[in-house]
């Protein structure tokens, strides 16, 4: 099956900071991905490298099997909405539909000119005119009128009011069902990926902390509550993600393909973002041991 995107040791380095390091990923195509982690984490950079808009520093990347803008074709084949939902405020709607009709082979009008008329939007109106979430879907109808196969969307409904975001993810859905579209949409709005994604990529501290399909990761993570304990006394086959202690209890989240039999645990289920924010506390906790032990060697 052709990966949607594959990365070996990938990094990308602005002077001596890592944006991104021995990132080790393989997204299959068909997927809707949540990309998710803190401001700085390395999405951008990620989705930048895949488009092409950034050359890797290490490591290896191929994005629908071929590397990143390497032809006309391969640029045909990929959808990018940018941080912004960046348009051109003193040019039509039109004059918009227009330009990405002369820029790409592909280019459907019909596709186009139809999402147009269903956002009710006048096609003579400047773009500078219209509201956040107008903006994102001309952006939007931009990049899959050009009948990617590939879509990247980064942070496209950051800045948008909450009916905005339904709207805009509500459309989203429609074109992946029609168009039949892989995605990968980069946010830390968890709430809202977690109704429309089926695989999830945590980034955190410049790394991948997680990969996989939600379903799966949901049924083998577990919150485990009970009487204050060592967790080193785990079965191998159980990894602590994140843990904290009281004076009489221990709250654990795990991951174990096993079921956890012992009846001195209380076993709750984990939502998407529990998920998300274990596994980037456990990566700044990673970060802070680091800091703590460098200050300690001086």
């Known amino acids: 099956m052709t990966s949607a995107l594959h990365a070996t040791d990938l990094g990308k380095r602005y002077g001596r900071k890592w944006a991104l390091s021995n ?3 393989d997204i299959p195509s068909g997927r809707v991905v949540a990309l998710v982690g803190p401001n700085g984490a390395g999405k951008s950079t990620l989705l ?3 488009v092409g808009l950034l050359t890797p520093s290490s490591g290896s990347l191929t994005v629908l099997d071929g590397k990143p803008a390497s032809s006309a074709e391969q640029l045909g084949r990929i959808g990018f909405v940018a941080q912004d939902t960046p348009v051109y405020s003193g040019l039509s709607i039109a004059a918009h539909l ?5 820029l790409n082979s592909t280019w459907d009008a019909q596709l186009a000119d139809r999402r147009i008329r269903d956002l009710g939007l006048d096609p003579r109106q400047r773009a500078g005119r219209l509201s956040g979430g107008q903006r994102a879907q001309l952006a939007l109808t931009l990049a899959i ?3 990617p196969s590939l879509l990247l969307l980064d942070e496209p409904v950051a800045s948008l009011d909450p009916l905005a975001r339904r709207e805009f993810l509500a459309i989203l859905m429609e074109v992946v069902a029609e168009h039949d579209v892989s995605v990968i949409l980069s ?3 968890v709430a809202d990926l977690e109704r429309v994604c089926d695989y999830l990529v945590v980034l955190a501290a410049s790394r991948v ?8 990761l949901l049924s083998t993570h577990h919150r485990l509550i009970g009487p204050r304990r060592d967790l080193d006394s785990f079965p191998e086959t159980v990894r602590v993600i994140e843990s904290s202690h009281t004076e009489r209890q221990t709250t654990a989240t795990v991951r174990s393909v096993d079921p956890i039999l012992d009846p001195a645990w209380s076993v709750e289920s984990l939502s998407m973002e529990d998920l998300v924010l274990a596994y ?3 990566a700044e906790e990673q970060r802070r041991e680091l800091v703590r032990s460098k200050g300690g060697g001086q």
């Open 48 to 50: 930048h490298l895949a």
């Open 187 to 189: 946010s830390h709005l």
């Open 280 to 282: 980037m506390g456990q």
């Open 145 to 147: 009128a050009k009948r």
């Open 98 to 102: 227009q330009m990405g009709a002369a």
């Open 23 to 25: 990132c080790t990923l």
């Open 209 to 216: 902390q997680v990969s996989g399909e939600i379903d799966e």
